[in-house]
């Protein structure tokens, strides 16, 4: 019943539609119109991706970015503060860590600093091992937390004030005005061998 009454409206509205088309002067077509569709055409476009060179930021690039911060990499600067050498280094810090030695014997040694700063990284990742482990990829006081961020944080504001940090979102400033965010910040994800 629906086929026939679909059938009737279809042949009602063509006949309704070529009576319209002679009033108007519109011949009727004599033949059907055929029209010619072809497929489309795929074209298949080859791209060439060049690889990729990714610069790793290990533990010897992170060593370099802090130094170039902190001094230029320069060994022998003493700031007006008298932070010494390439990762400017205070007296008391070099005391905690057990180096006893002075201010000509620091500067003049690359090895003595480096060693140096190694201690410092141990020293406080160990102080700071909780907070990393806790913390590692969340963001914390608006700042992604990652371990080389967090220690690079504690070499310029010390780990006691980047526990503050995480516990109350205290932020240190050095005496030339560089927060320790901004540590947290510019060192992050370096993979460190420590």
Known sequence: MKKFIGTITLLATFSFVMAFSTLNGIKPMEQPLILDIKPAEIQIIEVKLEPVKLELKDHNAFLQAIGHRESGNRYEIVNRFGYMGKYQFGKSTLKGLGFKLTQDEFINSPYIQEKAMQEL?????????????KYEGKYIHGILITESGVLAAAHLAGAGNVRKFFRKGYEFKDGFGTKMTTYMTQFSGYSLNL
């Open 121 to 133: 990284l141990l020293h406080n990742r160990k102080k700071l091992d909780k907070f990393i482990c």
